[in-house]
């Protein structure tokens, strides 16, 4: 084999730049944070006492949360930012992960309510830097996944429904921005709608004080058909539809429609699905709901085709509103799936790192909170108002890049690659982000 004077062996390695940056983009989210005064808030709010985590909340809180952002999915990926000078780029000092996780433990379900109060006031303030709706409609997507684990020592971790060992987290999105807009850690075991009512409540009360001052609409699928979310959302004068659970009863109502009142919609298969409306009293209530069925022939070729019935799917609804339109907007509560799967392989929902429920429950919030943060850098920092960016585009093209940082005459300068595609977005971004200026949030000179 000839060998090669430009032979990869012949390259030399030296770890020794102590001006080198990893994760340069990160600048980006912590100008952000820095201009919501987030490290602020997870100090004023979080107070955990005499606890061996108690000191510095604000600086291990961040550490996390920028982590997080890189694609650190447990808690020993934080040493990747206390390289070199990448803690000058953050803003704040990073902390250990030993610490880190200490940070963690110190975690009860009071002081993961007191997270939930950042949560509260730090989309306050981004939806009063751009992010938000303001008095525009706002539609809710609710639902819950599994967060599968593998040791035998974590509270709470159980068997559920779908025969995996894990957690049952709830989840509330905002339909066409992907921001989270409340989650809820519970049991492996636990029922999809357990607790559901009360965290709805929470999530309404969150997008008002926020400053959401349209109408909201909540949409979720058939593991909360019951009375309480029902009723939580009447209380709240919200708007909901959701999905019905089939029933003999509500079986026979389906097939009592007359054929005259079924109307095609656009499908793979000419004539191959129908829409049609009627009421319904579910689970009890003193008043009829609107039922508005979708049902689907089986496909041609298939064993079902051979017999005359049809695949129903429903739901109920006190929306106004054209059933056609409403059965179409239904169908699209399925984007909250883009939601968790974001949370799961975009930042680190996928890996519960504590054997504690509440130092997972505290993980799972800040999870959430860097999650909005990659958000509101796109949608304030780009103006971008569709097509949300994933947080993986987002590392990729705008975070996850080397720099290296000098100072000269007291001025320190951030060296970033020359050529790099998407340097207009970066620059636009970062501008765009350092303009933000709200009342009452001081900004470090």
Same mark, same amino acid.
């Given at each position: ?57 604000? =600086? ?135 607790? +559901? ?20 609409? =909540? ?71 609107? =039922? ?21 799917? +429903? ?50 919030? =800040? ?79």
């Amino acid at each position: 084999m000839c060998s090669s004077s430009h032979s990869l062996d012949r390259i030399s390695v030296t770890f020794d730049d102590d001006h080198a940056v990893a994760n340069a983009g990160l600048l980006q989210p912590a100008t952000l944070a820095e201009h919501l005064g987030l490290r602020e808030l997870f100090d004023e709010y979080v107070d955990l006492g005499n606890a061996p985590g108690h000191a510095n909340v604000g =600086l291990k809180a961040m550490t996390l949360v920028q982590s997080l952002l890189v694609g650190g999915d447990c808690i020993d990926d934080a040493d990747q930012m206390r390289t070199a000078s990448t803690a000058e780029v953050l803003g704040h000092g990073v902390r250990a992960p030993s610490t880190l996780g200490t940070f963690l433990r110190s975690f009860t379900f009071g002081h993961v309510s007191q997270l939930d109060k950042v949560f509260d006031e730090v989309l306050r303030r981004a939806w009063e830097a751009g992010a938000g709706p303001g008095d525009g409609p706002l539609t809710i997507d609710m639902d819950s996944t599994i967060c599968e684990t593998y040791g035998l020592s974590k509270q709470g971790a159980r068997f559920g429904y779908t025969s995996v060992r894990g957690y049952h987290p709830l989840v509330a999105s905002l339909a066409g921005t992907e921001e989270v807009l409340g989650v809820r850690l519970r049991g492996g075991n636990a029922h999809t709608a357990r607790g +559901a009512a009360s965290f709805l409540v929470r999530v309404f009360n969150r997008v008002r004080r926020a400053g959401a001052d349209g109408p909201i609409v =909540l949409r979720a699928d058939s593991g909360f058909y019951n009375h309480n979310v029902t009723d939580a959302c009447r209380k709240a004068k919200v708007p909901c539809s959701i999905t019905a659970k089939m029933s003999k009863a509500l079986h026979t109502v389906i097939t009592e429609i007359p054929e005259e009142h079924w109307t095609s919609i656009p499908y793979w298969i000419d004539g191959g699905a129908d829409v049609a409306e009627t009421s319904y009293r579910p689970f009890g209530q003193r008043h009829d709901l609107r =039922l508005i069925v979708r049902r689907v022939k089986p496909t041609p070729g298939s064993q079902l085709a051979l017999f005359a019935t049809y695949d129903y799917h +429903a739901f109920i609804t006190d929306r106004e509103g054209e059933p056609l339109y409403l059965e179409a907007d239904h169908r699209r509560h399925a984007v909250v799936e883009d939601v968790i799967r974001d949370l799961k392989y975009g930042v680190g929902l996928n890996h519960l790192p504590s054997g504690r429920f509440a130092a997972n429950a505290a993980w799972l919030v =800040l999870n959430a909170v860097a999650h909005n943060l990659g958000r509101w850098v796109r949608r304030i920092g780009l103006g971008e108002q569709s097509a949300p960016m994933t947080t993986k585009t987002l590392r990729t093209r705008l975070l996850s890049l080397p720099g290296r940082m000098t100072s000269s005459g007291g001025r320190r300068q951030l060296h970033l690659p020359t050529e790099w595609p998407w340097e207009e977005q970066f620059s636009r971004c970062l501008a765009n982000l350092r303009a933000i200026r709200l009342q009452g949030t001081p900004i470090k000179a």
